[in-house]
């Protein structure tokens, strides 16, 4: 894995990009999907609960990951401009280098937390260029009037071009009035026409991250089970809005009709018909159960996926038939 951080032009933002190896095993994550994660702070700081932690979680699921640490600070006059144009420039760094950074430009998804969500719910409704989904965690949406920091009420720019939306908030989140946020946000979809899925939790407060105790920063509170849920919620729903890693048929092996193909080594040298049939047409397998006892736990199937070198598709075919031949005798005591 590549890990680098790009100091932002012109800015004291930082984009760190988490980038997953390249592999001939794994030919299907050629174009990965990819996520930028904008953690929540109110617009004053970076929460670190909210950024690696998150990379992390969706590198598992075979995302190449970015964060954006944007413009913060209440010194910094206009902040929400500031950090908006961060967003918008961080989202062009990705589909600019795409090919390089190994990510599909058509499958790029921006999360955010807190005020990260409602600078991701900006980027969305009113950004110049926009991500192919947004996801918000107990999104701050509007304010009660545009403060020094010069924060819009994203739902207001809402139109057709939004991205699908993903929002997960709790009913005990005293910090942004969560009902009136994400429902102000789901609202403005609704009337646009725009997809989207909205999870309200019952319980749990606000800043729960993933809700488990590696993020929890010691306290027991921003632990929830039940919240942490929003996770593999938000990962099936991205399968739904930008597909899922393409599964072929397994060009290694063949579809086998006998038995003798799916049991194990052990079992098949212990017969002395079955062991025939296996030296002669597959003689290497026999210096591998030499040279390592623990190939006995194998099947052919499996050792075809694994060593396809060592079993070519010929040989499995001819190994499948003459097993099925023996079977069909009963010349098989297992």
């Known amino acids: 894995m590549r890990c680098f951080t790009i100091n932002m032009e012109g800015s004291r933002a930082t984009l760190t990009a988490y980038l997953q190896d390249v592999s001939t095993e794994m030919p299907m994550m050629s174009g990965r999907p990819a996520i930028m994660i904008c953690p929540g702070g109110s617009y004053e700081m970076c929460s670190d609960r909210e950024a690696e932690p998150i990379a992390l979680a969706y590198l598992a699921e075979g995302y190449n990951a970015f964060v954006l640490r944007y413009t913060v600070g209440r010194e910094v006059e206009e902040v929400f401009q500031k950090a908006f144009a961060d967003a918008e ?34 980027l969305g409704s009113m950004g110049k260029i926009r991500p192919n989904v947004i996801l918000l965690g107990y999104p701050a949406i509007y304010f009660e009037e545009r403060d020094e920091k010069g924060r ?3 739902a207001a720019y809402v139109d057709r071009y939004t991205p699908p939306t993903f929002m997960f908030s709790t009913l005990e989140d005293e910090a942004v009035a ?24 019952e319980r749990g407060g606000h800043g729960y991250s993933l809700a488990k105790t590696h993020t929890a920063g010691g306290k027991e509170g921003l632990v929830d089970a039940n919240f942490a849920q929003w996770f593999p919620m938000s990962i099936n729903w991205l399968k739904l809005h930008m597909g899922d890693f393409e599964v072929k048929p397994d060009a290694n092996y063949v579809k086998t009709r006998s038995k003798s193909m ?22 290497n397998i ?48 297992r």
């Open 262 to 283: 799916k049991m194990a080594l052990e079992y098949l040298v212990e017969d002395d018909k079955k062991r025939t049939v296996l030296y002669e047409v597959a003689p």
């Open 286 to 333: 026999k210096d591998l159960i030499i040279n390592n006892s623990h190939a006995l736990d194998y099947n052919l199937v499996t050792l075809a996926r694994i060593l396809p070198q060592m079993l070519p598709i010929e040989v499995q075919k001819r190994l499948d038939g003459e097993f099925l031949k023996l079977e069909k005798q009963g010349g098989l005591r």
């Open 152 to 154: 819009p009420d994203s």
């Open 178 to 201: 969560p009902m009136l946020h994400p429902i102000r946000f789901a609202v403005a979809l609704q009337k646009a026409h725009v997809p989207y899925e909205m999870h309200i939790f």
């Open 89 to 122: 420039n961080a989202l062009e760094l990705l589909r600019a280098n795409a090919k390089e950074w190994n990510i599909n430009p058509k499958k790029i998804a921006v999360i955010g937390f807190s005020a990260g969500g409602h600078l991701a719910s900006c």
